[in-house]
């Protein structure tokens, strides 16, 4: 079971997958989203390609905990993700992985572009790693529960 974790963008997809055993998150390249061109095939390859069981997909609340129109139009993208692919995809709440993602990569020795490229990677990573200690958390103290 392969968990895609999704940081969507208007430019740019990023991309992290969760290793085949375990839970660890690894980047994947960005998606670049181009006029004309269809993303979402690039997505269907890379689905296809690692066997994903699973789509969790950043959700950018406001601060106040709000949806706002960003996060409107992700809601829209995750529905197109289910319709399409017919696997489950959740969402978890992204706020501030941008933020952490550029603070990750502010010690490295990586021209603007470079980082730029890097970012939206990242910040999958982040996304997807938030569900996956998540899941485990819940699999620990449902283990737990039981042994109780």
Sequence with gaps: MRILGIDYGGKRVGLAISAPVGFIAQGLPT?????????LEELA?????????????????????????KAEEVLVFVETLKSRF??????????????????????????KRGKKKRVDMIAAQFILQCYLDKISNRAVTDEWDENV
Excluded: F, Q
């Design 31 to 39: 998606i670049e989203r181009k006029d004309g061109e269809d993303y």
């Design 45 to 69: 390859e890379v689905i296809n390609e690692k066997e994903v069981s699973e789509i969790v997909v950043g959700l950018p609340r406001n601060m106040n905990d709000t949806i706002g129109e």
């Design 86 to 111: 017919g696997i489950p995809v959740h969402t978890v709440d992204e706020r501030l992985t941008t933020v952490r993602a550029h603070k990750a990569m502010s010690g490295a020795k990586m021209s």
